[in-house]
């Protein structure tokens, strides 16, 4: 390696350190209690869902062995695809890899120089590098605001606009009002896109989703989802009418150029959606320790935000004060995210805690008591700073 490059690559690491942003890897011990992961069901670990993948890669072997558009595309994962769309109520579904390539093909192939994207402010990493990606002008409203919104739509000339916006934003748990960004985007003439990967399996009467089936493709034309959350496998699907899943398919390059998901992991999705429409029971009792966790963390005084999601931030401020924290809790085997800059903006670096339906209400009294520890040591630092 060239010494300016190692230069170059030792800058980057230093600055990253010294601003406490540089992030590890961590092998979980056992006997961790896991809040920091998306299985928002639990289904990951269901002994169905293990051996439909297990039965699905003796049936079909371990991998597709080539792009969808080639060799790759098999019975089972047409099959997922069709009951993806039956269950969102859309003409049609394609499965991608993996979320972060779905938004990046869906928005490569749908935008170019004469399209004006619009996104929310705090929407995910994924969907403002699919706009750059795109070469489309790309503006973004702040968070959950119409009018903000609407001013900017109607400044644009552009031919064709799209709308974008999470569904469940993945950092605060807030929820996109999809009615409002439907009605906006149709008085302007724009395609809606929401990526719901945090919404499906959890939001909605079947699970479906903050969209599902309220809306249908008139009012949201683009929809999202991931598979490697509530679903509990991995990858991702864009579901639309004909039309749209025939243009992505063509033109999306994370698509046509990419192997095929393996055909083990579309069996286990298949048999778990069916346990996410056939056993609401899972999301009963996710709402269930959401509700729990909320109330005893309100009576400790945690600074909580006003999410009714699985996703539970806890505002702290700064990074060293997250790290603190976290540091804190894997000490007593608690696994919780400290999330920090550029993933959200300077002074609101948070732990993210998520809950899951496989909690249970002993496993969240322990968390609780973790924090409560977090805020007793951190009393005793200010009481006697010149012991900390």
């Known amino acids: 390696m060239s010494d300016a490059w190692r230069q ?13 942003r540089w992030r590890t890897r961590q092998i979980v011990a056992a006997g961790t209690l896991d809040f920091a992961g998306n299985d928002y069901l639990g289904l990951a ?26 060799s790759g595309h098999l019975a089972v994962h047409e099959a997922l695809e069709n009951a993806l769309a039956r269950w969102t109520g859309r003409e049609r579904a394609l499965l991608f890899s993996t979320g972060y390539m779905a938004n990046l093909g869906v928005l490569q192939a749908l935008a170019n120089a004469d399209t004006a994207i619009f996104q929310d402010r705090l929407n995910h990493a994924s969907l403002l590098d699919g706009a750059t990606l795109s070469g489309a002008r790309s503006r973004r409203f702040h968070h959950r605001d119409a009018h903000d919104l609407n001013r900017l739509l109607t400044r644009s000339e552009c031919p064709h606009k799209l709308v974008v916006s999470d569904g469940v934003f993945s950092m605060d748990g807030d929820v996109a009002d999809i009615a ?7 008085q302007h003439r ?16 079947d699970g479906s989703g903050c969209v599902g089936t309220p809306w249908g493709s008139a009012e949201v034309p683009v929809l999202v989802g991931t598979l490697g959350k509530a679903l509990g496998t991995a990858g991702a699907f864009v579901a639309g009418d004909a039309a749209l899943i025939e243009h992505i398919t063509q033109f999306a390059r994370s698509y046509v150029y990419t192997t095929a998901q393996p055909p083990s992991i579309a069996a286990a999705t298949l048999q778990a959606l069916e346990i996410v429409k056939g056993e609401p029971e899972h999301r009963d009792h996710l709402n269930a320790n959401i509700a729990y966790f909320c109330r005893e963390a309100l009576q400790l005084g945690l600074p909580l935000s006003t999410s009714t999601t699985p996703i539970q931030p806890l505002l ?24 920090r800059p550029p993933t959200v903006a300077k002074g609101e670096a948070r732990l ?3 809950l899951s339906a496989c909690h249970t209400r002993c496993d969240i009294d322990r968390l609780l008591a973790g924090l409560k520890l977090c805020q007793q040591e951190e009393a005793r630092c200010h009481a006697h700073p010149h012991n900390a």
């Open 190 to 205: 724009a395609w809606l896109m929401i990526d719901d990967a945090h919404g499906v399996g959890v939001l909605g009467d």
């Open 8 to 20: 170059r690559l030792a800058e980057a690491r230093l600055d990253r350190q010294q601003t406490r």
């Open 180 to 186: 409002t960004l439907a009605q906006v985007s149709q």
């Open 316 to 339: 702290l401020g700064s990074e060293a004060r997250t790290l603190s924290w976290s540091a804190t809790l894997a000490k007593h085997g608690l696994q919780v995210g400290a999330i």
């Open 45 to 70: 670990q269901d002994p169905r869902v293990r051996e439909a993948q297990a039965e699905g890669a003796r049936r079909y072997g371990a991998g597709a062995g080539a792009s969808h558009l080639v």
């Open 352 to 354: 993210r805690i998520t």
